[in-house]
């Protein structure tokens, strides 16, 4: 994080809706991703803020522009940036690839290209949309410079309590450091605001606000398919980790067994094991794997296809919605979502209209298979389509409005004074200083325990290190801005 130069004075001209409603308000927005860069995020903040322009708001970005080493993990679309451009200001971010830590080589230069387009103009409020998280350190440093500046921290997934991400102990602090810093903070799901809140003050979720992923265009209605013997499955976007789904390949080989033709396709990238369990099954007539396509083709493959898929990973709660499931409302297609029934998917297609089967069963997967080619075979598998009616609440528009209210609420309020941005610092010392308190105690009997495993406890120790380091960094601060005060 960034050191503790003394705040700055920096006066926002309010919420501006009220009484001069026709004239633009000035949001400063921080994404890393942002087009060409395509990728969920890119694509849902993109068409967020460009929704948002109907509101007034005057939106100027700073991203990344990534070096060739990056951009080799992104596809990169110059026609999707040009579909946003004319929406908001980018002030792209160039930093170097000798680092292997993305917060090293991103989050000063950001800071550095936020402070200077600060100093250019007047801003209402300023946001930060992660992922990456480090996103939230840009928005950490600033807020320690602008602290009379409301800030709306946008969180896509959750942080430390990712259940499939091992979180290092800074990433505890800066998390710690964002909700309590934050003028408002954002959550894309219910299920992942009670997940990161339940370990701060129950008073700090009153500036937490629900905010899901929004579809862009008309909500299609079914499409209605003559009957048919097979069915075809259409899946877009990436298959790693533990959301590759190798039950799904497994009730495919079922139902081949048993003489029902169940086709997919899959675009987007996979890892190696996926392929590999393709051909152990020797689905290869029945499975279809492309790593990218045009968007013509990617049209024609939706055309195509009877159900689009949706892939999570197994486990007793998903907190996750991906955002493809919204823009499938846009298909008028069936959607079956491979997700714990105890997730955030499956209660959005609970409300929508959509099929569920648990991820890793496979004769569920089956199961539920079976049944929709019945539908296939009599001409009625458009009654498994989401419902048009529901699908609305998720459109872009909407939720353009739901993000207009909360800037409006949130500079509408009192600027932060200094001293409560110091009680807001004390707050987070104090438990940091718990935590302090018990890691070194974990070390301490963790040396004991193993003491014929040196690296183990080395590991450990600078982990702890550097909670001492920045709870003293912080002392430092807190420090500093009393004795500023008095």
């Known amino acids: 994080m960034a050191g503790a130069a003394p705040p700055l004075e920096l006066h926002h001209s309010g919420a501006l809706g009220a009484e001069m409603g026709h004239m633009n308000k000035h949001l400063l927005a921080i994404s890393w991703a942002m087009p060409p860069i395509l990728s969920p995020r890119s694509i849902q903040v993109a068409r967020l803020v460009a929704s948002l322009q109907k509101y007034d708001w005057d939106t100027s970005f700073v991203c990344a522009d990534p070096p060739e080493s990056d951009t080799l993990f992104y596809k990169m679309d110059e ?80 942080w430390v309590d990712n259940p499939y991400l091992e979180p290092l102990c800074q990433d505890f602090v800066a998390e710690h450091l964002t909700i309590a810093l934050a003028d408002a903070v954002i959550f894309t799901t219910d299920r992942t605001l009670r997940l990161v809140m339940k370990k701060y003050p129950e008073s700090w979720r009153s500036k937490c606000h629900v905010l899901p992923h929004g579809f862009e265009g008309e909500c299609t209605p079914a ?7 097979d069915m075809l499955l259409v899946h877009t976007g990436n298959l790693y980790g533990r959301r590759i789904p190798f039950a799904l390949l497994d009730a495919l080989a079922q139902l081949r067994s048993e003489g029902i033709c169940c086709r997919a396709r899959f675009v987007g990238e996979a890892q190696k094991s996926f392929f590999q369990h393709i051909q152990d099954l020797r689905l290869e007539n029945l499975v279809q794997c492309a790593t990218t396509v045009s968007s013509n083709q990617l049209t024609a493959y939706y055309n195509d296809a009877d159900i689009l898929l949706a892939c999570d990973a197994p486990a007793s709660e998903s907190v996750f919605l991906p955002s493809k499931l919204l823009d499938y409302m846009t298909l008028g297609l069936p959607i079956l ?24 069963d496979a004769s569920a997967i089956a199961s539920v298979l079976r049944s929709c080619n019945e539908h296939a075979k009599t001409g009625t598998l458009h009654s498994l389509a989401p419902r048009e009616a529901a699908a609305l609440k998720y ?32 707050e987070t010392m104090v438990t940091l200083e718990e935590e302090l308190v018990h890691l070194r105690s974990s070390v301490a009997s963790y040396r004991e325990m193993v003491a014929d495993l040196p690296s183990e406890c080395l590991a450990a120790l600078r982990e702890n290190s550097f909670i001492s380091r920045v709870f ?6 807190y420090a500093a801005y009393i004795k500023n005060e008095s």
């Open 223 to 229: 499409r209605i398919r003559p009957p048919k013997q």
């Open 472 to 477: 003293k960094k912080l002392l430092r601060i």
């Open 395 to 426: 459109s872009i528009t909407n939720a353009a409005s739901s993000m207009n209210a909360i800037l409006c609420n949130t500079t509408a309020q009192p600027a932060s004074s200094l001293p409560h941005y110091c009680s807001k610092l004390h």
């Open 79 to 158: 026609s999707f940036a040009a579909r946003y451009a004319k929406h908001y200001a980018l002030q792209k971010v160039s930093y170097s690839s000798t680092s292997t830590c993305l917060e090293d080589r991103w989050v000063q230069r950001a800071t550095n290209a936020a402070i200077k387009t600060m100093g250019e103009r007047t801003f209402d409020a300023f946001i930060t949309f992660a992922q990456p998280f480090s996103d939230h350190l840009v928005g950490i440093n600033l807020k320690k410079r602008f602290p009379g500046l409301p800030w709306v921290a946008h969180f896509s997934d959750p």
């Open 337 to 360: 979502a491979l997700t714990p029934e105890n997730g955030s998917s499956a209660d959005f297609l609970r409300e929508v209209g959509g099929i569920i089967a648990p991820p890793d």
